[in-house]
């Protein structure tokens, strides 16, 4: 499979996930459902600009990045902060971790098979396939411990580290995407 096409793959499947998490806001009334749907929707843009390879994207899809990567920054620490994490309606839940699984085993197959590839096009669906895998990690952790947990003592520190990683890990993959040399 050529890289053009598992990113197009990519960008539907992130569509479809955005979209399904659209109609769980709607139907939930729920605003970090909303959140969700835009993540997916933005990081979608993301991967279209790339797949556009006009000058200058990488540049663009690094600020994009790092925007989405600030909103759900502080999506997460309002709701791990308030204690109000998401719950997923019926088996939603299972659809999520579905999800997760995919965009884990897609990032990781996509950094193993074209590990060699040098072009900043190439590294950037790398680093946003990567990204977007995380984030959705945090989000089903979220989910389960929400729907399963116990409310021990250690969920919520471990809550915070994880979403602090991810963070950390999303800004500074969107700054060197914004400022490598190469990034056309």
């Not at 605003?31 to 990488?58: D, E, H, I, M, N």
């Not at 791990?80 to 085993?105: D, K, V, W």
């Amino acid at each position: 499979m050529t890289p053009q096409r598992t990113l197009r793959i990519a960008l539907f499947t992130g569509l479809g996930y955005g979209l399904l998490n659209g109609l769980a806001a709607v139907y939930n009334g729920s605003l970090w459902f909303a959140t969700v749907c835009c993540y997916y929707l933005l990081l979608s843009l993301t991967r279209l600009l790339l797949l556009r390879q006009k000058p200058g994207a990488v540049r663009q899809c690094g600020w994009l990045l790092l925007l989405i990567t600030a909103v759900i920054g502080g999506m997460s620490l309002y709701a791990l902060l308030l204690e109000r994490a998401a719950t997923y309606p019926g088996h939603l839940i299972y659809g999520a971790a579905a999800y997760t699984f995919y965009a884990i085993t897609m990032a990781s197959v996509q950094l193993i098979r074209w590990h060699r590839k040098r072009q900043a096009f190439w590294w950037a669906a790398k680093v946003i396939s990567l990204t977007g895998a995380l984030v959705s990690l945090f989000f089903l952790e979220n989910a389960l411990l929400a729907a399963f947990g116990s409310g021990e003592a250690w969920q919520r520190p471990m809550q915070l580290a994880t979403a602090g990683g991810v963070f950390l890990f999303s800004a500074a993959m969107a700054i060197w995407m914004i400022v490598r040399k190469d990034a056309v």
